[in-house]
């Protein structure tokens, strides 16, 4: 009897060390840039540490983890199925946080070069901050926070992002996904827009943002340009926050398109406000091109002037759910 006992415990024991080992196993699956040479003291530059841990990422199946710390990077290269993972975005000892040194004119974020306009897949970005300082303390003049040329694929998402301050775009997706996911995105005073997303001709392109926000980027906060794609695309935007100074952001949503049929987008909740004595047009602007509008739930301050605009037709009252096609010749 008590050697079954004893066998029985020895047993329990090898099982529960094997479990703690294949734990161990998938906790080694992440990569500490701090553990591949950078310093992340907001001092010195920690470039070839991120390189490091992404290539030690790409190469054995993982996630590279960020500390919530003030790491200094010009450029870093995301391979295709790695994701970047961040400790926090918080205030105000700000999380994990990326800076840009002043004057570097790059891209922060740029994706897998190997890949080109081809697809990336089951990768992405969480839970950091990606900041550069405002001009004229910098003197850059190029340069978006994220700049992704290849297609978004299964399983690529972006969350959890604080975005700071870049002179170009806070976010550009050139060729749009299949599907892309952008999900609780806070984007401010960039040169162009917060979130830049054009489309390409790859097959079928699902584009869903949810929970965006984003004060005084200069152009809008998010842009849809789906160019002369031909491919079928639909588009949803669920719950986005905005605010102008009454000089930036004067549209919160911006739409372009040169397809010569329609183009349908859902957006679900947008609240835009508007600085006491300033006049913004429209919550949503149709720039160009045809597009079936579904949206529901928006809500504007006094001064902005309409709900949707183009150059044919001005919406000044919404119903709890309408549809429009709007058009810009």
């Known amino acids: 009897m008590k050697r079954a006992i004893v066998a029985c415990c020895l047993f329990l024991a090898v099982g529960f060390v094997g479990a703690h080992g294949r734990q161990r196993a998938n906790q080694d ?3 500490n840039v701090l553990d591949h040479g950078a310093y992340c003291n907001a001092a010195q530059p920690d470039d070839s540490g991120f390189a490091a841990a992404i290539a030690a990422a790409y190469a054995k199946g993982g996630t590279v983890a960020v500390p919530a710390q003030f790491c200094i990077a010009k450029q870093i ?31 922060l974020i ?43 694929g299964e399983g690529t998402k972006f969350e959890h992002l604080v975005i700071n301050n870049f002179p170009q775009d806070g976010i550009l997706f050139q060729n749009g996904g299949e599907p892309l996911l952008l999900r609780d995105i806070h984007v ?9 997303i054009k489309s390409s001709n790859h097959g079928n392109q699902l584009i869903q943002l949810e929970h965006i926000s984003g004060d005084n980027n200069k152009l809008g906060l998010i842009h849809i340009d789906v160019g002369a794609a031909t491919g079928s695309i639909s588009i949803l935007i669920n719950g986005v926050k905005a605010e102008s100074d009454g000089t930036n952001q004067l549209h919160p949503i ?40 579904h949206y529901c739930g928006i809500s504007v301050s006094p001064n902005v002037k309409y709900i949707v605009s183009d150059s044919v037709r001005k919406v000044t009252s919404v119903s709890p759910c309408e549809l429009g096609t709007m058009n810009q010749p």
Do not use: H
Not at 188 to 196: D, L, N, S, T, W
């Open 29 to 31: 699956a992440y990569f």
């Open 77 to 107: 290269e995301l391979k295709d199925g790695v994701t970047l993972l961040g400790a926090g975005m918080s205030s105000p000892n700000w999380g994990a946080t990326i800076r840009q040194p002043n004057g570097a004119n790059k891209d």
């Open 110 to 152: 740029i994706s897998d070069k190997s890949r080109g306009t081809g697809f990336t897949q089951f990768g992405g970005m969480s839970t950091l901050r990606l900041f550069a300082a405002p001009p004229p303390a910098n003197t850059s003049t190029t340069g978006s926070g994220i700049n992704w040329l290849a297609v978004s």
């Open 188 to 196: 401010f005073g960039c040169g162009r827009y917060g979130i830049e």
């Open 254 to 293: 911006v739409l372009d398109s040169a397809r010569p049929s329609p183009v349908d987008i859902w957006i679900n909740g947008l609240v835009y406000q508007v600085q006491s004595g300033k006049v913004a047009e429209a919550a949503i602007r149709v720039n160009s091109g045809q597009w079936r509008l």
